[in-house]
């Protein structure tokens, strides 16, 4: 990011959520605030059931209803700031998938094994963009493209068991930047590929962020995908932000003893 104008495109201020369960309260984020610049890449670490996905899943409004959510969440649209959470549902509904998509751990999670990949993009182009099947099949084979799949237009009428774990994840990203968003919410996005496909789909990310100027929140529990691709950290414990910075101060000068844990939990490479 050295030398750009940072220009934000999601702003989180002060997000709490609880969830009330009986007589329970569980607080999962207490007054989180952050922000995700154009063409960033911003990795949220966090031990399991630190708040990493309740992040995710209130931007993206796929909380249960009985998540009690305060704070922001503001978008930066046309010059404008809204606040996701003051929408309507179907206002909410349209900036997903448009404004800001996601992509999981798993590309099944999204991918349909009764259709052809082309037609789960086209679908995802069409609930979206007023155009014609064959229009919405263009931009599906662009999207291809920019996800670096292979021969888009054979890949197009292929379903999903026909592809490798890798290209599945492809056809998921192609899904996500297939209406151009702003912000794209990766939740261990590479935990189920092994090393080699791994660090293709990581060096994608830094195509999508360096060549469409996306912002994306990387959630991860791997310090070497953060040390390989994000600029900033987040460190989420307990429902807080403990520590935040550049990558390179969190790991050459960690503040907080819960990123030292972190960082010393690391798996070391054996020398020989
Ligand atoms: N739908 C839910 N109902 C009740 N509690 C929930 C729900 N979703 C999450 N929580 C609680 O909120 C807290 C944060 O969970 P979250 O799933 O965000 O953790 P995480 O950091 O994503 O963990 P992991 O790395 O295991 O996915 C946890 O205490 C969890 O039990």
């Given at each position: 990011m050295n030398g750009k104008t940072l220009s934000p495109v999601l702003t989180v201020n002060n997000l709490s959520v609880s969830f009330h369960i009986e007589k329970e309260t569980v607080?999962?984020?207490?007054?989180i605030s952050f922000e995700i610049n154009r063409g960033e890449i911003v990795a949220l670490v966090g031990e399991s059931g630190s708040g990493k996905s309740v992040t995710c899943y209130s931007i993206l409004d796929l909380l249960p209803n009985y998540a009690e959510v305060k704070g922001e969440i503001l978008l930066h649209r046309d010059g404008k700031k809204v606040?996701?959470?003051?929408?309507?549902k179907n206002e909410k509904r349209k900036i997903r998938g448009d404004f800001i998509s996601m992509i999981f751990q798993e590309p099944s999670a999204v991918?349909?094994?009764?259709?052809?990949v082309g037609n789960q993009i086209v679908e995802a182009i069409l609930a979206h963009r007023d155009v014609s099947y064959e229009q919405a099949k263009d931009i599906a084979i662009d999207a291809m493209k920019k996800a670096h799949i292979p021969d888009p237009e054979k890949r197009?009428?292929?379903?999903?068991?026909?592809?490798?774990g890798g290209l599945k994840q492809r056809v998921a990203i192609a899904i996500a930047v297939a209406n151009n968003p702003e912000v794209i919410l990766a939740d261990e996005?590479?935990?189920?590929?092994d090393v080699t496909v791994s660090a293709q789909i990581l060096k994608l990310f830094r195509i999508l962020k360096d060549e469409m100027g996306i912002g994306i929140l990387l959630i991860t529990h791997d310090l070497g995908v953060v040390a390989e691709i994000a600029d900033r950290v987040l460190v989420i414990y307990k429902g807080e932000i403990v520590e935040r910075g550049d990558v390179f101060k969190i790991f050459d000068s960690p503040d907080h003893p819960y990123t030292r844990k972190l960082l010393t939990s690391r798996p070391v490479l054996p020398t020989f």
């Open positions: 607080e999962a984020l207490k007054g606040n996701i959470l003051g929408l309507s991918l349909n094994p009764l259709f052809t197009f009428y292929q379903y999903p068991h026909e592809l490798s996005p590479t935990t189920a590929l």
